[in-house]
């Protein structure tokens, strides 16, 4: 835990405690208590494509935040899921993103990083 701290403080991006237990435990695929190289190799390859699409991701998401607060809502991401013929969020659906980001609010670093470790 100590190595990805000091890791993510590197890239002037520093964890609090919650964000860096939910950051391990989002690469820790098998629950083995470490990060091995198949698990780092999965992480790095969602990021190269989570970067390699981040015109699109931007061109299509950032509109969602229709009140421009900083905070995708579930109503603001319906919205854009009705546009292209999408069912809306299911109640599982909605949980589930509730876990993942710990109860805060979805903003446009925490749903890339989600779609990052997801």
């Known amino acids: 835990m100590q190595e990805l701290r000091y890791h993510f403080q590197q890239a002037e991006h520093p964890l609090s405690e919650d964000e860096l237990n939910f950051a391990f435990a989002s690469m820790d695929f098998d629950n083995s208590g ?18 390699s699409r981040l015109d699109q991701f931007s061109k299509y998401f950032i509109p969602i935040d229709a009140n421009e607060d900083g905070v995708l809502t579930p109503q603001e991401m319906n919205v854009v899921l009705a546009s292209v013929d999408e069912s809306p969020l299911s ?28």
């Open 91 to 118: 109640q599982d659906e909605l949980t589930f993103l509730r876990q993942r980001i710990g109860g805060k609010d979805l903003t446009w670093e925490r749903f890339l990083e989600l779609l990052l470790v997801v």
């Open 34 to 51: 470490e990060i091995d190289f198949e698990e780092f190799s999965e992480l790095l390859l969602r990021h190269r494509r989570l970067i």
